[in-house]
Nanobody
Framework: QVQLVESGGGLVQAGGSLRLSCAAS????????MGWFRQAPGKEREFVAAIKWSSGRTYYADSVKGRFTISRDSAKNTVYLQMNSLKPEDAAVYYC????????????WGQGTQVTVSS
């Protein structure tokens, strides 16, 4: 099993920045990826960004390209999401997830952290 704990959410004004963190513990896998998703009220959960742990290759949703950056700290088993130039439409609960085989099938999820963006 893998445990994921997100932190760093909060209230920010439009145009501001936040950095989310997700610490992973428990079992690890040699070919895994970690990612961020978000879900706004009344909407489906959507992909935000992902990173392949071994290579560091990153993937982004079009809506966040150029504004968000995903990164990892292998020593801490932690993934980060730096969010800049935040917009009201970025407000959501943000979830961290693990994909064991880097095939975009997400196997483990965190509990989520709320991001609120005021206009």
């Amino acid at each position: 099993q893998v445990q994921l704990v997100e932190s760093g959410g909060g209230l920010v004004q439009a145009g501001g920045s936040l950095r989310l963190s997700c610490a992973a513990s428990g079992r690890t896998f040699s070919t895994y990826s970690m990612g961020w998703f978000r879900q706004a009220p009344g909407k489906e959960r959507e992909f935000v960004a992902a990173i392949k742990w071994s290579s560091g290759r990153t993937y982004y949703a079009d809506s966040v390209k150029g504004r968000f950056t995903i990164s990892r700290d292998s020593a801490k088993n932690t993934v980060y999401l730096q969010m800049n130039s935040l917009k009201p439409e970025d407000a959501a609960v943000y979830y961290c997830a693990v994909d064991r085989n880097s095939d975009f099938t997400w196997d483990y999820w965190g509990q989520g952290t709320q991001v609120t963006v005021s206009s």
